[in-house]
């Protein structure tokens, strides 16, 4: 038997983007009816559970590979969810003040950190400049066993919210979304298989043969949302390649802090970091590598016809493949990740790489997160042959937009809920509550 449901605005995918703007189209507009549909059982299993990322709250003050301004702008967004956690109380439950730092190694480093902390100070004015002797006193595991004349200093902080489970937040997206006195309506287990185009009004058909209707749609749906893209004939001009993210743990108990390294500005993805789990009591994580994958979803699965269709191979796909490889850089460290996954060598190598955080580490301190991580949809931009670093959106000016939100996009979720709230208003004629929204969740 079929049912039929109409809702004004659908939301596909209950990861935390998703679940986000569930809760900001229920709080602070006019929109009476919103449905938000999961394939699973539960709401963010996937990149936004506690497992899938490195529960870090981009504030854009420990982050090096951010200009100044672009950490302005992510420290924005960074407020609202920081804003959302302490409006309803979810603080030392869900998020924690975990100090961070971004940490310098050796003369050139600190150098760059010194300069860093001068250019940031006037909008980052809580961070503090440690130099090595602080840092012993904060983390001693940092210096012990460093070669003498090795310098290191760092930005640091421990006044910020920084570690957050971004899976339990989303819950409670759902759960205060649903306080408000609306039609507010969750369907898990229930997966889109086909989004159909009727006039100026979407019919969505899940893969048991339901069907709901829609005035507006939003697609977050992760590295899947651009094969409902290119479906319905949008997005052609990008393709999506999943980069998969793993994760090493320690059990020694050696540090307090979210110890995040330089990056080097040519790489498209993370430098690795230490962050103590939030979830996993006294484990330190190592990560996360870096690895293009042929799926679309990192441990459940396989989709590997969908990495296909989604990638979409062409001239220009390939193009921007063979100038990422011609970098040196690049290649050294594609060939390093490709390593990290390697059983029987992946400890070894990988120890390396953090022996700059903790010098006394051993490879037999270490081990691989299995079943732990996500996996990035990162966007190529064919028309213009670039790698797209953030998020990506295609809004079609139809009534249906799709996102792409690789990292930071946990951190982004209100953010980037409001850009389609906006969006989605706009197109409705319905109302945005600004006073309500920037009352609640703007500094
Ligand atoms: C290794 C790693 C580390 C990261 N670290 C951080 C970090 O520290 N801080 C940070 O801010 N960000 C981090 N990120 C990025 C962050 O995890 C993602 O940006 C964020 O989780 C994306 O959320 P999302 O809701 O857009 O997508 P997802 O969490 O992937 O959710 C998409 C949802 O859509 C559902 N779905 C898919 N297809 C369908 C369908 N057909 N029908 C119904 N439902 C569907 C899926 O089941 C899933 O629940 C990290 C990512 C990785 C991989």
């Given at each position: 038997?079929q049912?039929?449901?109409?809702?004004?605005?659908?939301?596909?995918?209950?990861?935390?983007?998703?679940?986000?703007?569930?809760?900001?189209?229920?709080?602070?507009?006019?929109?009476?009816?919103?449905?938000?549909?999961e394939?699973?059982?539960?709401?963010?299993?996937?990149?936004?559970?506690?497992?899938?990322?490195?529960?870090?709250?981009?504030?854009?003050?420990?982050?090096?590979?951010?200009?100044l301004?672009?950490?302005?702008?992510?420290?924005?967004?960074?407020?609202?969810?920081?804003?959302?956690?302490?409006?309803f109380g979810?603080?030392?439950?869900?998020?924690?003040?975990?100090?961070?730092?971004?940490?310098?190694?050796?003369?050139?480093?600190?150098?760059?950190?010194?300069?860093?902390?001068?250019?940031?100070?006037?909008d980052?004015?809580?961070?503090?400049?440690?130099?090595?002797?602080?840092?012993?006193?904060?983390?001693?595991?940092?210096?012990?066993?460093?070669?003498?004349?090795?310098?290191?200093?760092?930005?640091?902080?421990?006044?910020?919210i920084?570690?957050?489970?971004?899976?339990?937040?989303?819950?409670?997206?759902?759960?205060?979304?649903?306080?408000?006195?609306?039609?507010?309506?969750?369907?898990?287990?229930?997966?889109?298989?086909?989004?159909?185009?009727?006039g100026?009004?979407?019919?969505?058909?899940?893969?048991?043969?339901?069907q709901?209707?829609?005035?507006?749609?939003?697609v977050?749906?992760?590295?899947?949302?651009l094969?409902?893209?290119?479906?319905?004939?949008y997005?052609?001009?990008?393709?999506?390649?999943p980069?998969?993210?793993?994760?090493?743990?320690?059990?020694?108990?050696?540090?307090?802090?979210?110890v995040?390294?330089?990056?080097?500005?040519?790489?498209?993805?993370?430098?690795v970091?230490?962050?103590?789990?939030?979830?996993?009591?006294?484990?330190?994580?190592?990560g996360?590598?870096?690895?293009?994958?042929?799926?679309?979803?990192?441990?459940?699965?396989?989709?590997?016809?969908?990495?296909?269709?989604s990638?979409?191979?062409?001239?220009?796909?390939?193009?921007?493949?063979?100038?990422?490889?011609?970098?040196?850089?690049?290649?050294?460290?594609?060939?390093?990740?490709?390593?990290?996954?390697?059983?029987?060598?992946?400890?070894?190598?990988?120890?390396?790489?953090?022996?700059?955080?903790?010098?006394?580490?051993?490879?037999?301190?270490?081990?691989?997160?299995?079943?732990?991580?996500?996996?990035?949809?990162?966007?190529?931009?064919?028309?213009?042959?670039?790698?797209?670093?953030?998020?990506?959106?295609?809004?079609?000016?139809?009534?249906?937009?799709?996102?792409?939100?690789?990292?930071?996009?946990?951190t982004?979720?209100?953010?980037?809920?409001?850009?389609?709230?906006?969006?989605?208003c706009?197109h409705?004629?319905?109302?945005?509550?600004?006073?309500?929204?920037?009352?609640?969740?703007?500094?």
């Open positions: 038997m049912k039929h449901h109409h809702f004004e605005v659908a939301v596909i995918g209950g990861g935390i983007s998703g679940c986000a703007l569930f809760f900001v189209l229920s709080r602070y507009t006019d929109i009476s009816s919103i449905a938000l549909f394939k699973y059982e539960e709401v963010a299993t996937i990149n936004s559970n506690a497992k899938g990322n490195s529960q870090t709250l981009h504030c854009g003050d420990i982050e090096t590979n951010y200009t301004e672009k950490a302005i702008r992510t420290n924005k967004t960074a407020s609202m969810l920081e804003r959302y956690i302490k409006l979810y603080e030392n439950k869900y998020a924690f003040k975990t100090p961070k730092m971004a940490l310098g190694v050796g003369e050139k480093e600190v150098a760059y950190i010194k300069k860093r902390y001068e250019d940031f100070k006037n980052f004015s809580y961070m503090q400049l440690l130099n090595k002797d602080q840092l012993k006193e904060k983390e001693p595991s940092l210096i012990e066993d460093r070669d003498t004349n090795e310098d290191i200093a760092a930005m640091w902080t421990d006044t910020r920084s570690a957050v489970d971004f899976g339990e937040i989303s819950k409670t997206f759902i759960q205060n979304a649903k306080e408000e006195d609306k039609q507010t309506e969750v369907f898990l287990n229930t997966e889109i298989e086909k989004i159909e185009e009727i100026d009004k979407f019919i969505l058909h899940t893969k048991k043969g339901e709901f209707y829609s005035d507006y749609v939003v977050n749906a992760g590295a899947h949302s094969l409902f893209a290119h479906s319905m004939g997005g052609l001009d990008y393709s999506v390649l980069i998969g993210g793993s994760f090493y743990y320690t059990d020694l108990d050696k540090l307090k802090s979210k995040y390294t330089i990056q080097n500005p040519k790489l498209p993805f993370a430098a970091h230490a962050d103590p789990d939030i979830v996993q009591d006294f484990k330190t994580r190592f996360p590598t870096a690895i293009a994958l042929p799926k679309l979803q990192r441990y459940k699965d396989k989709h590997f016809i969908e990495f296909l269709e990638l979409s191979p062409s001239s220009e796909v390939l193009e921007v493949f063979y100038d990422l490889l011609k970098d040196d850089d690049i290649r050294d460290y594609i060939a390093k990740n490709v390593m990290y996954e390697i059983p029987g060598i992946r400890e070894k190598m990988f120890v390396k790489e953090i022996k700059k955080i903790v010098p006394t580490i051993t490879e037999d301190d270490i081990y691989f997160a299995e079943g732990i991580g996500g996996l990035r949809p990162q966007v190529i931009d064919k028309k213009n042959k670039k790698l797209l670093l953030g998020e990506a959106k295609i809004d079609t000016k139809k009534g249906i937009v799709f996102n792409m939100t690789p990292s930071p996009g946990a982004s979720c209100l953010g980037n809920a409001l850009g389609d709230a906006k969006l989605a706009l409705l004629e319905k109302e945005f509550r600004w006073l309500k929204f920037n009352k609640e969740l703007i500094y």
